[in-house]
């Protein structure tokens, strides 16, 4: 089968962590600070606290934000559950805008209606490494008043404008994941990059336990904290891929131009948009079909053939979860359209030409078997 997604790990990769498992620290140790500065230094950005997860990140993230029980965060329904699900952790409500069809992001227009005084933050989500548009989001936030989180998960490696993504400069922090699938992996990790020092200072103690040494070396707890502490073991994977990663964003976007290639004049699908001054980290590789009747039909007919495909996203007020608690009602038109039509290929550094041919053959034969159900629905 081969796979929607996988790490790339060589060699070198190994190397640096059978080192730092015949060092002294395995744990949290040197290792972890050396990688956050290499990545804070990689993305431009002031400061970089590692974790041990993406949703630990976003977790973190929120409470050095002050989110609390009553406040509202507008974000969008095509991402993973954890964007939302941490939100829910800390007593903020997710507020659900409605996406752009073209970016497949949130759409920056629907945001200031949204808006209530119980609204306190942003949460933009660069879905499949597309970054939103951060300029706009920016804009509305500082006219009314309102922090920016980036959900940068799919997005390490990415630019939008004259900025890259993680340096926050649109933003009041930003996080990363390091999930195999992602970018560059450190097995599970993540991170929350920030410019401002109050939030470095909270991250950091919310890390490990609400605890920091104080003058002369005590453990000292001045806040309820968590064990979301990095390892070393993680952090020299992480280094020795983060001198990788544009390596492995250009291979990424050169499977999608593949893709393009062999699926341009097709009138079944609809491909990925790319826009001047957007430069996407390549995540995964999303087409929608024309006849949204065919989308189940096709996923099932690849992964027949050996083909890994997958979905991202089903709507996040989708779930069961979200239905039976406040989000019974929610059906967001353009989200449903997405929803309802996209599925995911295989996209990777490792993946070659032919493979990519050849699933886009398969593409398109399944759709010659099946010309009689060509409709323009979605």
């Given at each position: 089968?081969?796979?929607?997604?996988?790490?790339?790990?060589?060699?070198?990769?190994?190397?640096?962590?059978?080192?730092?498992?015949?060092?002294?620290?395995?744990?949290?140790?040197?290792?972890?600070?050396?990688?956050?500065?290499?990545?804070?230094?990689?993305?431009?950005?002031?400061?970089?606290?590692?974790?041990?997860?993406?949703?630990?990140?976003?977790?973190?993230?929120?409470?050095?934000?002050?989110?609390k029980k009553g406040d509202e965060a507008i974000t969008t329904p095509n991402t993973f559950a954890a964007t939302s699900n941490m939100l829910l952790v800390v007593g903020a409500r997710p507020v659900f805008a409605d996406i752009r069809l073209d970016t497949r992001n949130l759409d920056e227009t629907k945001i200031e209606k949204l808006i209530t005084p119980k609204t306190k933050v942003i949460v933009p989500v660069h879905f499949a490494g597309l970054p939103c548009d951060m300029k706009t989001i920016s804009s509305i936030a500082k006219k009314r008043r309102l922090l920016v989180i980036e959900d940068a998960c799919h997005a390490l490696g990415a630019r939008y404008r004259d900025s890259k993504i993680g340096d926050c400069k649109y933003s009041d922090m930003a996080v990363f994941s390091f999930h195999p699938v992602k970018t560059i992996t450190t097995g599970e990790g993540g991170a929350v990059l920030t410019n401002k020092k109050s939030y470095y200072d909270k991250l950091l103690r919310l890390?490990?336990?609400?605890?920091?040494?104080?003058?002369?070396?005590?453990?000292?707890?001045?806040?309820?904290?968590?064990?979301?502490?990095?390892?070393?073991?993680q952090a020299a994977l992480g280094l020795s891929q983060l001198s990788k990663v544009d390596s492995f964003v250009r291979r990424r976007n050169q499977v999608a131009r593949y893709y393009e290639e062999e699926l341009k004049n097709s009138k079944d699908v609809l491909l990925p948009v790319s826009f001047p001054g957007y430069y996407s980290a390549g995540h995964i590789y999303v087409i929608r079909v024309s006849n949204r009747k065919n989308r189940d039909e096709l996923a099932s007919?690849?992964?027949?053939?050996?083909?890994?495909?997958?979905?991202?996203?089903?709507?996040?007020?989708?779930?069961?979860?979200?239905?039976?608690?406040?989000?019974?009602?929610?059906?967001?038109?353009?989200?449903?359209?997405?929803?309802?039509?996209?599925?995911?290929?295989?996209?990777?550094?490792?993946?070659?030409?032919?493979?990519?041919?050849?699933?886009?053959?398969?593409?398109?034969?399944?759709?010659?078997?099946?010309?009689?159900t060509r409709v323009d629905s979605v």
């Open positions: 089968m081969i796979p929607y997604s996988r790490q790339s790990v060589d060699a070198n990769d190994i190397k640096a962590v059978v080192g730092v498992l015949s060092s002294d620290f395995i744990t949290q140790g040197p290792t972890v600070s050396k990688f956050e500065k290499s990545l804070a230094l990689y993305c431009g950005v002031e400061y970089a606290v590692a974790v041990s997860n993406g949703t630990a990140a976003l977790h973190l993230a929120y409470l050095a934000a002050g989110l890390r490990s336990h609400g605890i920091h040494k104080d003058k002369i070396g005590k453990n000292v707890m001045t806040a309820l904290g968590y064990n979301y502490r990095m390892t070393d073991i007919f690849l992964k027949k053939n050996g083909i890994g495909a997958n979905f991202h996203y089903p709507a996040v007020y989708s779930h069961p979860y979200y239905r039976r608690n406040g989000y019974k009602n929610i059906r967001l038109a353009q989200t449903e359209k997405y929803h309802n039509s996209c599925i995911t290929l295989p996209c990777y550094p490792g993946l070659s030409k032919s493979i990519v041919r050849e699933i886009a053959g398969l593409i398109n034969k399944f759709f010659i078997k099946n010309e009689n």
